[in-house]
């Protein structure tokens, strides 16, 4: 199968996607949450030394293919009383008031209070507490986007908050835009950092390059650590 520099081809019956790209080494990813192995390859290298370079990572492969597959999200989140709702790492318990003229989220120690009007729908409820999280996210960004663009030295385009399934954040370095998941509100704010520096640092290169990692980890040393804490969290839990 070819389509513009890019190929197919199987290792022992797993498929791999080969592009061909103007760089100096190969490197290989295995994509969450389905495992696609995929391999970039310097313009010209010989289709065997490709299959020679997946074979010779096929351990790897597995192991790393086996990781993701336990980290494919739990369900998504079900309004309900007394359920669990996390904010910044914190657990806090879901009660809805119904009253007339009051919409809004309050904390209250560790409950989180959902006013809502009376005989408001789940699915009401639910939007106004996805809004207040969405807000509380908004803000939080804007505060590390002041810190972190004089410090990266680049500004970002715009920064959208989106519900997304598998991924946490992505980047469009060309246009200089940032999408972050609204999931982010769960996590402590230091995650929230690194996955923001994390996009914010694929501006200055797109892909995840050695050099890519060593500019992040020259902002954020404790990067690894963070990355795997996020792993307690689940991204479709908005
Ligand atoms: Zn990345």
Known sequence: ????????????????????????NMYLR??????????????????????????????WILRKRLSQAEEIPASPFRYMDGVGCTLWGREYHLRTEEG???????????DLIVHALPGAPEGQKKEILHRWRKE????????????????????????????????????????????????????????????????????????HSPLFWSIVGEHLPGWRNSRKRLRAYSPEKA
């Open 1 to 24: 199968m070819k389509k513009r520099g890019r190929q197919t081809i199987s290792m022992e019956g797993i498929p791999v996607e080969v592009t061909f790209k103007a760089i100096k």
């Open 30 to 59: 295995v994509v969450p949450p389905l495992g696609e192995i995929r391999i970039s390859a310097p313009r010209g290298t010989p289709m065997e030394t490709v299959r020679q370079f997946a074979l010779s990572k096929r351990q």
């Open 100 to 110: 007339a003229g009051k919409e809004g989220v309050e904390l209250d120690g560790s």
């Open 136 to 207: 509380q996210l908004f803000r939080a960004v804007e505060l590390l986007l002041s810190r972190w663009e004089p410090r990266m030295g680049l500004k970002v385009a715009s920064v959208s908050l989106r519900q997304m399934k598998t991924r946490w954040g992505s980047c469009t370095p060309s246009k200089r835009t940032i999408r972050l998941n609204t999931a982010l509100a769960s996590v402590p704010e230091e995650l929230l950092e690194y996955v923001l520096v994390h996009e914010m640092a694929h501006i200055h290169q797109p892909n």
